[in-house]
């Protein structure tokens, strides 16, 4: 072969062939090394290829090993954590809160007396409800007439609620003053002074809260100091 077709030829073409390679097998060891995954290589395939094992999971590769990889890189989707129960979430009732607080012993009582078959319909309600400290006030005589006469406490009783709306503290508070019905068909003013407080006023008396926004299911709580 004469020397110009080696030296203007052949050692080119030789020269690009083996940097073809070179790039060729550069090219396959890259791509190798991505698509191997991250994690010992096993040579025993599960019963099931895609059931969890503790915190890890099998899968097949394209090249017949099987290996095993966390969830968190996608082999199998986190396991949602069980929904909370009907019952978890249920809030008590208000009646469950006063029958349940020894803050509402006497209401509990009275209350027993004066609704029988339990809080009429037209939940939400709101209910200012007066402490033992609060039934300490009323004369012992007088406590004695109004559980002889169910009516009468029922009368009271009324007066201490709001049918068809939950008011929370904060609304008080954003308003200043609110003037509501209570059940007895009675202007009820529930206000609130930044030295005192929130306070409900009947036309029988007036009350501070002690306690507000104790929450039920069908309403609201706000312990009072004094029966109105």
């Known amino acids: 072969v004469p020397d110009w077709i ?33 994690g010992p290589l096993l040579s025993k395939t599960p019963e099931n290829s895609i059931e969890p094992v503790d915190d890890w999971t099998w899968g097949a590769l394209g090249d017949g090993f099987v290996y095993v990889s966390p969830r968190q890189l996608g082999g199998v989707r986190e396991p949602e954590s069980e929904p909370e ?14 029958s349940t607080d020894p803050m509402f012993t006497m209401f509990t009582a009275a209350f027993g007396i004066a609704f029988p078959e339990g809080l009429p319909d037209g939940a939400p309600f709101t209910i200012f409800v007066p402490t033992e400290e609060a039934f300490a006030k009323v004369p012992a005589e007088t406590v004695e007439k109004l559980i002889a006469d169910p009516a009468a406490l ?6 201490h609620i709001i049918v068809g709306k939950a008011v929370p503290a904060k609304d008080i508070i954003a308003a200043g003053m609110l003037e509501v019905e209570n059940a007895a068909g009675q202007k009820l003013a529930v206000s609130y002074d930044k030295s005192k407080g929130v306070m409900v006023e009947s036309s029988a008396g007036i009350a501070m809260v002690v306690e507000a926004d104790k929450m039920a299911s069908d309403g609201i709580i706000h312990a009072i100091n004094s029966v109105i």
């Open 6 to 38: 080696t030296d203007q030829i052949l050692a080119p073409a030789c020269k690009y062939s083996v940097i073809k390679m070179i790039m060729l097998l550069m090219f396959l060891l890259l791509d190798s090394s991505l698509s191997k995954p991250q």
């Open 154 to 159: 029922r009368a009271i009783m009324l007066r």
């Open 85 to 98: 129960s009907k019952a978890s979430k249920e809030m008590p009732s208000l009646v469950d809160i006063v």
